[in-house]
């Protein structure tokens, strides 16, 4: 696809709106000059479960297309998009996404640096200011458990990962080799879908972390949402219209769970920056 000239450029986010909410986080000079002010809530009791994800003007997330599936085809490439990822897996003591969307990018893992490797000393500085271990625990919540665990994901011997499935999944999972850094974790759920809530449980058992980030899919996230667990949504808005034919499977922010008119979902808006012709929106949700 034909990117967009400033695909490639990295210049600072231009601050439209932001409210003081949560506590002002201790940038690296350059990731403060280049995002901003970035507050975050911290939580005692319960962890602070936030998603991000970028979509097209017409709420499309995913071309669905073999070698078009992520989100860098949404966003347009775009650096900016990229930094603020790594920014928020920078924050994260936990990412959680679907086996959908490991499926989409099967050599990526869900680190700050992964995503954005210029910033990597900087991602790295503000993990250790805060305390963090060296990478976010990356969580795959698979019901069926048709994951390889040869992918780059769980072979890699710094990158502590987690893989949430069903005794079903967990029976197909043994028959191969796992590495020592794979913890595999059965819940008791029947059926292929397991509840949010649930996959909160078994990572908060493994992880005391209290900043767990969703990166999707979009079932997942919608799980997520109707069990009313996340608590804010980052989203960027990039300026393509995508398009949809009748009948194609090319998914919005939330699939498998309806919500309007009965069930609404109205979020606050408490943060809004631009990158060009994106939109940086962050919502909160109660």
Known sequence: MPRPAAATALTPLKTLFETKRGVLLPLPPKLSRLYGCLRMPMPRSH???????VTTLDGVVSLNTKGHASGADISGFNAQDRM??????????????????????????????????????????????????????????????????????????????????????????????TPDTVEIRATRHRGKVIPAATILDEVCRVNPGKSILVEGGPRLLGDFYAERLINEQFLTLAPQIAGR??????????????????????????????????????????
């Open 84 to 177: 603020v990822m790594g920014l928020l897996r920078a924050v994260a003591d936990v990412v959680i996404i679907g086996s959908g969307t490991l499926g989409a990018d099967r050599q990526h893992v869900w680190t700050a640096e992964a995503i954005f490797p210029a910033l990597a000393d900087e991602y790295r500085q503000l993990r250790k200011t805060l305390g963090k271990c060296e990478a976010p625990l990356n969580v795959i919540v698979s019901g069926g458990g048709k994951i390889d665990l040869r992918l780059p994901i769980f072979t890699s011997d710094k990158l502590p990962t987690m893989i949430i499935t069903t005794t079903e999944g967990t029976k197909l999972l043994s028959k191969q080799d």
């Open 245 to 286: 034919d009748t009948g194609d499977e090319r998914p919005s922010l939330v699939m498998g769970k309806t919500f309007a008119p009965r069930d609404a979902l109205w979020g606050s808006l408490i943060d809004m920056r631009r990158g060009s012709s994106h939109l940086f929106l962050r919502y909160s949700f109660p």
């Open 47 to 53: 962890p602070h479960v936030f998603s991000n994800f």
